[in-house]
């Protein structure tokens, strides 16, 4: 059986870079899409390129799925952050809208994408049609198979769709967006020739995540980090996400996560004005020792509760339960502060896993190699949602 591996190891594997990723790291690069020169004051932004699309994309996104203020979204793009993603399923459909109507007269300076859950490839197409309506746009950039957990799950069907979608204008490029599942579907995206991988990425993974990441990007593939602060807003309460936010422990993450160059941007969740100007920084400085220390110190505290959606359980639940998706559930309701988006999710799987009662069971066949009180955890989702 693996063992836990230090914190430290964790933490460490990120300042290790090779001298030329380093390199390819050094000179920042103003925004090409932005249409004026930079104003005294304004932030650093930098952009990295997306794998083979060509696309230029700010290293610090948007993630638009939690939030409600549309001037937040605006001002990101006044700034010029310049990739926003979105998906169909956001807010209960409502999210696009949002979007659309805070991007109009961005447009052109921005890389749009979002994403459809449709298991058949004429769903995932009525699917993107009224995605187009909603944000307003004849086109996205990206237009992403959403939460791919297997390779079986990019159909042939699916994958037609998309290169369908191409050939009319709607979109420029294919992808997949997976939160766990990892090894199995950037094999398959590679495989069948996505554009772009939107996965999990942050630093409670530590190095084990860089060979996908290499492979991707030596397959020319673009690579959008998600999740890329363990658990957003909060490990378990606002207060202590007002903790993070002072002593920067939100930036040490996104600072993290942008430290490789097999990244090529990331879209953290932001939800208001401050959290907009912190995230914004890390285009700004690198990662740093102090960054470090303060990701040691986090990582130890949120060890027990936090799953990264690796996929590394050792043994399976004999009731079927998908324990990586649960545990995704719960992030949301105590991490990101959104309960509805958490039990929406849980109430979506079958009936007969929702009343799965793990406190029923005398043992438990699940184990995290990576410090998950699996149970535990599992025992709260299903108090909060069941
Ligand atoms: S419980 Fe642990 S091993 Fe399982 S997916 Fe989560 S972090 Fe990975
Ligand atoms: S405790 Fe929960 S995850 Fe473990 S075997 Fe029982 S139902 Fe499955």
Not at 1 to 20: D, N, T, Y
Not at 95 to 107: F, M, P, T
Request: aromatic share 4%.
């Amino acid at each position: 059986m693996s063992q836990p591996r230090s914190r430290r190891e964790f933490i460490v594997a990120g300042l290790s870079l090779p001298v030329a990723a380093e390199a390819a790291l050094e000179s920042p690069r103003v925004n090409p899409l932005a249409d004026a020169p930079a104003a005294p004051g304004a932030p650093v932004i930098r952009t990295r390129t997306l794998g083979r699309t060509g696309l230029e994309v700010s290293e610090v996104g948007f993630g638009c799925m939690i939030t409600s203020d549309a001037s937040v979204i605006t001002r990101a793009a006044d700034l010029g952050i310049s990739y926003f993603d979105t998906a169909r399923v956001y807010q209960n459909g409502n999210n696009e809208r949002l979007v659309g109507a805070a991007l109009k007269g961005h447009r052109k300076n921005i890389v749009l994408s979002t994403k459809a859950k449709g298991g058949t490839g004429e769903e995932a197409l009525a699917e993107l049609d009224k995605s187009l309506t909603e944000l307003g746009t004849d086109h996205v950039e990206i237009w992403y198979l959403h939460g791919k957990s297997s390779a079986d799950a990019i159909t042939d069907d699916l994958r037609e769709a998309q290169e369908k979608a191409r050939e009319q204008g709607k979109i420029r490029f294919a992808g997949v967006s997976t939160h766990s599942g990892h090894e199995e579907v950037v094999a398959a995206a590679i495989e069948k020739k996505l554009d772009v991988v939107l996965m999990t990425y942050n630093f409670t993974m530590g190095d084990r995540m860089e060979p996908l990441l290499a492979s991707l990007r030596e397959a020319g593939l673009g690579v959008v980090a998600m999740k890329t602060q363990a658990g957003g807003r909060s490990d378990e309460a606002k207060a202590r996400h007002e903790r993070l936010t002072a002593n920067g422990g939100m930036l040490a993450a996104l600072k993290w996560a942008l430290r490789t160059p097999n990244v090529n941007t990331t879209v953290p969740s932001i939800t208001d004005m401050a959290m907009l100007d912190e995230n914004i920084q890390a285009m700004a400085a690198p990662f740093t020792p102090a960054d470090e220390a303060l990701l040691t110190a986090r990582l130890e505290t949120i060890r027990p509760n936090y799953c990264s959606m690796c996929g590394e359980c050792e043994g399976t639940c004999p009731k079927g339960l998908p324990v990586a998706d649960v545990l995704r559930y719960l992030t949301y309701a105590e991490g990101y502060g959104q309960f509805a988006l958490g039990r929406d999710n849980f109430l979506a799987l079958p009936r007969e896993l929702q009343d799965v009662r793990c406190v029923d069971c005398t043992s438990c066949p699940v184990r995290c190699p990576h410090g998950v009180q699996v149970t535990r955890r599992l025992r709260r989702a299903q108090e909060l949602f069941a």
